[in-house]
């Protein structure tokens, strides 16, 4: 696979160009993809996460690189029927994903993880799965959504790594890449 073809190789303003590329490529088969390469495991990785941005009914909370917006499911429970969820993703074949799965129920923006449009102390938590590694600038985009967040809010991030089991790691790199 040439570095063309590897968009988490490249840099800066081709990373972000190339990651974009990528996924709106695979915008339509994004969901049946990431749920077979983790067993459909992702969805119950979501919630635990969000159980632990303590999120009370009527808060806000804000999903960075929003993607299909599986992330806003379990966010717009924790915050119920009076609060506020919010995705945003750079790639508005995701975000048209998104927009089918969740109607109205969620606002979701087309912006940079890296130069969030919003004020600063605006969310009481924010999530990001599977995404800060396609940022370019990861410490600016985590300077950022502290930035959003409310005083005392909680952030966090979901991710994978290749398991370091040498069967697993094989097989992981295969799904990966194929």
């Not at 605006?122 to 502290?146: C, H, K, T, Y």
Request: hydrophobic fraction near 40%.
């Amino acid at each position: 696979m040439a570095i063309e073809e590897q968009p988490w190789l490249t840099e800066g303003e081709d990373k972000r160009e190339a990651v974009k590329a990528m996924f709106g490529d695979i915008a339509p088969s994004y969901d049946l993809l990431n749920s077979l390469m983790c067993f459909r495991l992702h969805h119950r990785w979501r919630r635990l996460a969000v159980a632990r941005l303590d999120l009370k009914p009527g808060d806000s909370a804000l999903d960075i690189c929003s993607g299909t917006g599986d992330f806003l499911f379990p966010l717009l429970d924790a915050v119920g029927a009076e609060g506020r969820a919010e995705g945003i993703d750079f790639c508005r074949p995701m975000l048209d994903k998104a927009q089918e799965k969740l109607g109205d129920r969620a606002v979701l923006t087309e912006g940079d993880a890296c130069a969030l449009p919003y004020q600063d102390n605006q969310f009481d938590g924010a999530a990001i799965g599977w995404g800060l590694r396609n940022v370019p600038d990861q410490p600016e985009a985590i300077s950022e959504a502290f930035r959003v967040l409310k005083p005392g809010a909680r952030f966090v991030c979901l991710d994978m790594t290749t398991p370091g089991n040498n069967l697993q790691g094989r097989a992981a790199k295969f799904m990966f890449h194929k």
